[in-house]
């Protein structure tokens, strides 16, 4: 009797499995899998070893984003209109250790990059009014990133 998934299949599920719920209100909640290391600390890497690793993270970021099946591939948005509304985005790891404040933030540059490119966020300059926020857990036996978004609550304003 042959096996009714291929390789791939199965690894797609499993991988759609691995995905965590988004609560009431979030945009986004995807996992990307993947051991994050801190450029600022990797002194002896050349760029090259430091674009390789970036660019996975990068295509790790957009499978994931994908796969959640709210990136719309024709056209290249999150959902439309949406794009300058401001967001709040948290980068929840998990790590083999703990990072530095600057080093996590370093870390997930190339993740964060990639909300720009899919269309989730329209920029990441401080004047773009989205708010980033960074935790982070020891796992060593589940690495990667979760990333959250969900619409930034209105300022308010007052005296």
């Known amino acids: 009797m042959s096996p009714s998934l291929t390789s791939a299949e ?10 965590p719920m988004k609560a009431p ?28 690793t970036a660019k996975a993270w990068k295509d790790r970021t957009t499978l994931a984003i994908f ?29 083999f250790h703990k990072f530095d404040s600057d080093g996590l933030q370093a870390a ?15 920029s990441d300059a401080p004047d773009s009014g989205h708010e980033f926020v960074y935790a982070q857990m020891i796992d060593r036996a589940r690495r990667g990133v979760e990333i959250r978004v969900s619409l930034r609550p209105p300022s308010r304003g007052g005296a």
């Open 25 to 52: 209100g979030e945009l986004l909640a995807v996992w990307v899998p993947g051991k994050l290391v801190n450029p600022l600390n990797a002194g002896a890497w050349g760029w090259q070893k430091r674009s390789r």
């Open 67 to 95: 796969e959640a099946n709210l990136w719309r591939q024709s056209q290249a948005t999150f959902f439309p209109g949406w794009d300058h509304t401001p967001k709040c985005v948290l980068f929840h790891a998990s790590v």
């Open 10 to 19: 199965a690894k797609a599920l499993g991988r759609r499995a691995a995905q």
């Open 108 to 122: 997930c540059k190339p993740i964060r990059d990639t909300l720009i490119q899919c269309g989730v966020i329209h």
